[in-house]
């Protein structure tokens, strides 16, 4: 059986309510999350480019590839609704162990390229609002893990509420850039016209259009759909798939205003001041300053922040839905996070530390290019899934959505070729590049593009043969077999209010008849250093305590109660006392470390599963 896509939350949100507002507003919320993705300094970075180069003339490409963004979205969030799994999980269920294997392998450079761009998005705003040095800046964004265990704490839709204060935060500030820039608002309009001034306008578009798809973003919304509770009609289905199709929309074009406000901002201010090379953030920063005040440079600075910070959130979510999904294996949440984002300061540090600040554009640029190329392994997918009738029921998507969705498919996918191709002819043309990196940039090159077609054309090979979504190729047996009766039963007891839970489901699995062993471990320090020979306070007190228990299971009418006291640790002397006694059930309450304990430690009743070879009824 497959696990829950982000079980912590899973269907933690009701949306049955007897107000038709409060089932619409609901569905509001995991589409903010997603809209953060299309806000990250990497998309600043074009947006810069395309204003201060070509004035407005490129708006249009921005509302083009907001269209396709919403369209790849909705078929994301229409995947998790109708199916129940997640991007992640339903390659798992297409695609052979191989394939999945380099599917997960991509997914993790993509989220680590993600959050290249946000560490260093945060530690430019830093830089820019404190002057603090960028290695520092580096350094501070791992804290946000901090932030991340924070808002854990308080459920799905108060970490929604965070991100849409943050990017109401990140609109709020270009919005008054806005009023301060003064854009001519006719020529904003003409910018809708679609138009390509010449080749590097172009060449502009494809990086607009290669960073508006984030793959990580298509893996997060299949699975934040699914924090909803809906019932599993017709009727209720189509209402969540349309609701959330209404939250895609509002989100992402937040996310669109976002995007053309820094173009516009680019276009009224460096593009009509005739600076036409401004593409890092630095400059644009420094250049704001010069021509709109000491206001502006600062809104510039809040909203990459809150840019860096809105997207740690998702990042580590994307994370935890692709690790679950491809692999079964489960991280804790506080060291997934801190893995993701060392991966990311590392490289930033080392880089910085070699080459200098003025190397941060770069590794944006880098870190934009490594998301291009990881785009198709998630859309090519994606519209498979929910193109199968068979899988997908009445709730398959329309032939003419189908084609569409193709079309957007190719068109990206085309594009982030020629971006990374035009990327790899000049390293090519680099005199300072050895042969040996060109060949093998070359061979990754072509074996990407060959994995891009087998898993283009493998689920249509595959379309006749049943597909088994199961980690076991075990067979279910013809007939079920007979296990006898529980001849003896141990009872684990900790003396705390967890016994009367343990003793209340005794009379489930034995009769009067059934032959009883009460443990107990004394865990004292004389326990743990003499063993056996202990003969403290507490070990004559436990002992006492056994004997009491005993005596009430005689009064409930069990015949056969004996008592066992083990000595020192109990998930390492529990096992040994289960198998001395011969026990075929063991019977205990979840008990174990705290906090700080139970994340480095793990819990008795963890360590007790791994080493008992015996059923255990934990209540």
Not at 21 to 45: C, E, M, S
Not at 115 to 130: C, N, R, S, W, Y
Not at 274 to 280: E, F, I, K, P, T
């Amino acid at each position: 059986m497959s696990k829950k896509s982000l079980q912590e939350v899973h269907q933690s949100v009701d949306t049955d309510s007897s107000k038709k507002w409060r089932r619409i507003f609901a569905f509001f919320g995991p589409a903010y999350l997603v809209a953060v993705g299309y806000l990250d300094p990497g998309n600043w970075a074009t947006d810069i480019a395309g204003g201060s180069k070509f004035g407005y003339a490129l708006i249009w490409v921005l509302l083009m590839s907001n269209i396709m963004a919403l369209l790849l979205q909705s078929l994301s969030a229409r995947l998790g609704i109708v199916r129940g799994l997640d991007l992640a999980q339903t390659n798992r269920e297409y695609y052979p162990k191989w394939m999945n294997y380099i599917l997960y392998g991509f997914a993790e450079i993509a989220i680590a390229a993600t959050d290249l761009a946000e560490v260093l998005g945060m530690a430019i705003g830093l830089q820019l609002l404190f002057g603090l040095d960028l290695i520092w800046g580096v350094w501070i964004a791992a804290l946000d893990t901090l932030l991340l265990l924070v808002l854990q704490r308080f459920g799905i839709r108060k970490m929604e509420a965070f991100i849409i204060a943050l990017v109401s935060i990140i609109g709020g500030c270009f919005l008054m850039e806005m009023f301060l820039a003064k854009p001519d608002l006719g020529e904003v309009v003409k910018g809708f016209k679609p138009t390509l001034p010449n080749n590097e306008a172009l060449y502009i578009a494809i990086g607009i259009i290669g960073a508006t798809v984030m793959p990580h973003n298509l893996y997060l919304h299949s699975a934040l759909v699914q924090t909803r509770k809906i019932k599993r009609d017709y009727k209720s289905i189509k209402n969540a798939i349309k609701y959330n199709f209404y939250d895609s929309l509002i989100a992402l074009n937040m996310a669109f205003f976002v995007n053309a406000a820094i173009l516009i901002l680019a276009a009224a201010t460096f593009y009509k001041a005739g600076l036409h090379d401004v593409a890092g953030l630095h400059d644009a920063h420094k250049m704001l300053s010069n021509l709109l005040g000491p206001l502006a440079p600062f809104l510039f600075a809040i909203a990459l922040i809150a840019a860096g910070q809105s997207s740690t959130v998702t990042g580590t979510l994307a994370g935890q839905i692709v690790m679950e999904g491809y692999l079964h294996f489960r991280m804790n949440p506080a060291l997934r996070r801190l893995l993701t984002r060392m991966l990311a300061i590392i490289p930033a540090v080392i880089v910085i530390s070699i080459l200098g600040e003025n190397s941060v554009d770069e590794m944006l640029i880098f870190s934009q290019v490594l998301l291009s190329m990881q785009l198709g392994f998630a859309v090519i997918p994606l519209i498979h899934f929910v193109s199968d009738k068979q899988k997908m029921g009445k709730f398959v998507i329309k032939l003419p959505v189908k084609i569409l969705s193709w079309i957007v498919c190719t068109v990206i996918v085309l594009l982030n070729i020629k971006l990374i191709y035009d990327e790899e002819i000049n390293l090519y043309n680099s005199p300072d590049v050895s042969i040996f990196i060109k060949i093998l940039l070359g061979g990754v090159s072509l074996g990407m593009l060959l994995f891009l077609v087998s898993i283009l054309v493998y689920p249509w090979i595959k379309k006749t043969q049943k597909l088994n979504y199961s980690v076991h190729k075990t067979r279910i047996q013809k007939k079920i077999g007979k296990i006898p009766p529980f001849e003896t039963i141990g009872l684990a007891l900790d003396f705390s209010e967890n016994d009367n839970r343990v003793l209340n489901y005794l009379p489930l699995i034995a009769d009067l008849n059934t032959s009883i062993i009460l443990f107990h471990v004394t865990e004292s320090a004389s326990a743990n250093y003499y063993g056996k020979m202990a003969d403290d306070y507490e070990v004559k007190f436990d002992q006492n305590k056994l004997e009491d228990y005993k005596k009430l299971l005689h009064q409930e009418g069990y015949t056969t109660v004996e008592t066992c006291l083990g000595f020192g640790t109990p998930a390492v002397n529990l096992p040994k006392l289960i198998k001395e006694n011969n026990i075929d059930l063991l019977l205990m309450a979840k008990h174990g470390h705290k906090g700080l304990g139970d994340f480095i430690f793990g819990t008795t009743t963890k360590q007790l599963k791994n080493k008992a070879d015996i059923p255990i009824l934990i209540v």
